[in-house]
């Protein structure tokens, strides 16, 4: 039902182009927590898929992506929405943190 409703939106075999791995796992992981809290019924579904039937989708692209060792496409923000270069987000607020931070890459991190 997954692939179904992605062909409806997105066209037919439009997931062999490959995603970014993080977007894929995002989504998986997503769908997981929404279906272990409760939610059957993906309430985005237009053809009533359900969130397990979207974390096999997901879960088969990756392994495909794998499989035909399709290169990873690195984040470009961390799960906070943070900018992995600059340190800071979308509204200008800069992560903040007591000592240095390995993924950040502002004057105080450097």
């Not at 894929?24 to 809290?37: K, P, Q």
Request: proline share 5%; charged share 25%.
């Amino acid at each position: 039902m997954g692939f179904a409703e992605g062909v409806k939106k997105y066209g037919r075999g439009n997931w062999r182009k490959g995603f970014p791995e993080h977007e894929l796992c995002d989504s998986l992981l997503g769908h997981l927590a929404a279906h272990l809290s409760g939610e059957m019924i993906d309430p985005d579904s237009a053809t009533g898929a359900t969130h397990l039937d979207k974390v096999l989708c997901n879960a088969l692209m990756l392994n495909q992506q794998a499989r035909q060792h399709v290169p990873r496409v690195a984040p470009t923000h961390d799960t906070e929405g943070f900018n992995l270069k600059t340190g800071f987000n979308r509204e200008g607020v800069h992560r903040m943190h007591d000592d240095k931070d390995p993924l950040c890459n502002c004057p105080m991190c450097r």
